[in-house]
């Protein structure tokens, strides 16, 4: 009845009608102990109805008095062990429900000293790893990993399978907090690996979706795919809708980062049908993942009504306190969602709230991964709003954090780890092989007992003792020659296992520098993009110093030109190949510079844009740039009256190896007596010359409007893509 009550109270579902059920187990257990008088088990029964009345209520009011009571009465029957169970208990209501972490602390390390006294280890672990959770309440996450590793050593040598992939699955967590990415990918591996040996649908659900979720971190999406995947199937086997609602968001989520959308609304409206949520905690996955593929699908409007209903739903929920000590998580994961939806929508001031709630949480709350995600999505929103210095303030912090998760010396310990675990699996190999060769030994043993028997038959008969020995002699020579011919295929063996194990080597070596090479490769842009924002910045606080009219307008050009090559860096930073720009997203957000620079109201100016979708090498990227810069300002600046008018861009091929740029405007065209190739205006020599640059022909018309059009060879681009940097580095 004990065993039965605490299993309907754990149940993670478990209804109203089961709690009373396991109420009343233990007031008939409490009858029963009294009938065969057992003070212990009486006093064992008073115990569990004792917690679990106060997990019922939530009322702690004189949850003292009575555990002291309970204390007392065991410690007069000398019954140490319920003594310590009650103190293990009290431990945990005050945890849980009074968050009195000290004295949480105190009533398990009284629990320990008694589970010492009886020389019962099971209990110490136990306690331990209570007080490891108590730790990690705290922010103090080095004491808990120490405690929990205790308890870990423990259930790992007496085989607790269930105890011992929950410390895996809890030290990785810890480990990951900490940003020790080796450590918490092992344990993660090592809970993976132990859940399917004890076939637990549950844990392995939970185990495939933590170490899912830290590669997804890594921003290694591809190897995050299967584990994630994996994780819904098991939590479809386990039926646990909340479990289900989760693993479905992590997936949608990943393959989005892997821009893997086709057919992904298909996808996700079969998944939620598959497995309906009922109830708020768990249709808010569901929200948020629609939102997620109508966001990546070109639908933002939709998408918008998704994200708001999984906020409405989310703030509703927590003022009810209905995640419970999870709600930290959970607030990081949404207002993160909603916050790059609207970064990606370029609308930065209303995603600004959502990252700065997620700042404003208790450091010990925030992940390493987390906080650098939002220190990055903060630089976008202040560069994007002009605020430099704290843009950068945001960046730098940015920077230091993301270096300590993706280092050089990160990747070397992801791939140490990779390498344990196929040395792991030789070694399984090389046992098995073992085996097989006792196994052959074995049958040679019989085989040579056989034909000693048979000799000793035969040798009752002359005659054929003579032939038996003749057929013996020929087999021992058949036997030479065969084990010398054994020794020649085992000697090739292990010639051909060196020449295997040293190709691996050099494949492995080659694989580094490839990753190496593409790693600074992309640092150089990070560097070369950071500096011309700082350039950018000092030309922000030399327009402080003049109020010259002519001398801000020179200084405002020339921010514009650096911010036009600035872009093309960061786009190049960001994305995953190195060394060519996709014009189409480049012009897109050029135009959307300007018209902030310029302060253009939509109505004033339309841009017209017909740019196909061509990579440009990083060589030809920036002459392109600084022509549409200069040609477009120029169009703002003096083409246009009040009435406003439009700017038409052109970017095209006119056949494989020829491309052609045209910018033209609808405005006033170009005064008669000013000649554009002979003025000394600097915005026409430097087009003049980047055209030069381009190999390029340059055309100008004025009547009506104007038109600039530079015909040149198109550059074929390099691809700087590497498997690893896409996988280590790529943020």
Known sequence: MIHLSNYLINKPDATNKQLDSAKSLMNTGIVLAKKIRSLSLELKCRQTLLT??????????????????????????????????CWKDHGMILRELTKDFRGAVSCNVKAELLYQKLSNNYGVANA??????????????????????????????????????????????????MGNTQQALYFNSEALKSAKMIN????????????????????????????????????????SQSDYSIALLCVIDDRVKLKSTAGLLQYLIKADRAMPSVKDIDRINIYCSYGLVYSNIGLPDKAEIWFLKMMSTFDTLEKKKTFGNNAHLFLQTYNKTIGDFYIG????????????????????????????????????????????????????KYHRLHESLFNASSANQIAGLKARYAEDQRSKD?????????????????????????????????????????????????????????????????????????????????????TEKDWLLKEVHHRVKNNLQVITGLLNFQTSSTSKAEVLDAIKISRNRIQAISLIHLKLSNGNNLASLNMQSYVSELISHLRDVFDLPAQFIIFNKNIEPIDIDLKQAVPIG????????????????????????????????????????????????????????????????????????????????????????????????????????SN
């Open 430 to 514: 090389l046992v098995i092989l073992k085996s097989q060769q006792r196994a052959q030994s074995v049958l040679v043993q019989n085989t040579k007992l056989e034909r000693n028997i048979t000799l000793g038959g035969i040798a009752a008969i002359l005659i054929l003792a003579c032939l038996a020995y003749w057929a013996y002699r020929k087999k021992q020579k058949i036997n030479r020659h065969l084990e010398f011919q054994k020794e020649k295929i085992d000697h090739q063996n292990v010639s051909l296992k060196s020449l295997l194990e040293d190709k691996d080597l050099l494949l492995a070596e080659k694989e580094i520098l490839l």
């Open 128 to 177: 331990r790893k209570a007080i490891s959770i108590i730790l990690t309440k705290e922010g103090r996450l080095t004491e808990a990993a120490d405690e929990l590793s205790k308890a870990y050593r423990y259930f790992k040598e007496a085989g607790r399978g269930f105890e011992k992939i929950s410390c895996e699955i809890e030290l990785a967590s810890l480990y990951w907090k």
């Open 626 to 729: 600084l022509i549409l810069n200069e040609a477009i300002t120029n169009s703002i600046k003096y083409a246009f009256d009040k009435k406003g008018g439009a700017i038409s861009l052109g970017l095209k091929l006119i056949d494989e190896q020829t491309l052609l740029l045209e910018i033209a405007d609808n405005g006033k065209g170009i005064p008669d007596d000013l000649d554009p190739f002979k003025t000394e205006s600097l915005g026409f020599k430097i087009m003049r010359g980047l055209s030069a640059q381009l190999k390029g022909n340059f055309q100008l018309e004025s009547n009506p409007g104007t038109r600039i059009a530079i015909r040149f060879p198109l550059r074929i681009a390099k691809k700087f893509k590497n498997f690893n940097i896409d996988r280590v580095n």
């Open 200 to 239: 637990d649908d549950r844990l392995i659900a939970v185990a495939t979706n933590s170490l899912g979720r830290q590669f997804y971190n890594l921003e290694m999406y591809a190897e995050a795919l299967p584990y994630l995947e994996g994780s819904l199937a098991s939590t479809r086997k386990t039926k």
């Open 52 to 85: 679990n009345k106060l997990i019922f209520s939530k009322d702690t009011t004189g949850a003292a008095q009575g555990y002291n009571a309970l204390i007392e009465t065991f410690h007069q029957a000398n019954d140490l062990e319920g003594e310590a169970d």
């Open 345 to 396: 929508a370029h609308r930065f001031e209303k995603a600004r709230p959502y990252f700065e709630k997620v700042l404003a949480l208790p450091k010990k709350f925030i992940s390493p991964a987390s906080e650098s995600d939002v220190h990055l999505a903060l630089y976008r929103i202040d560069s994007a709003s002009g605020n430099y210095i704290s843009g950068i303030r945001h960046l730098q």
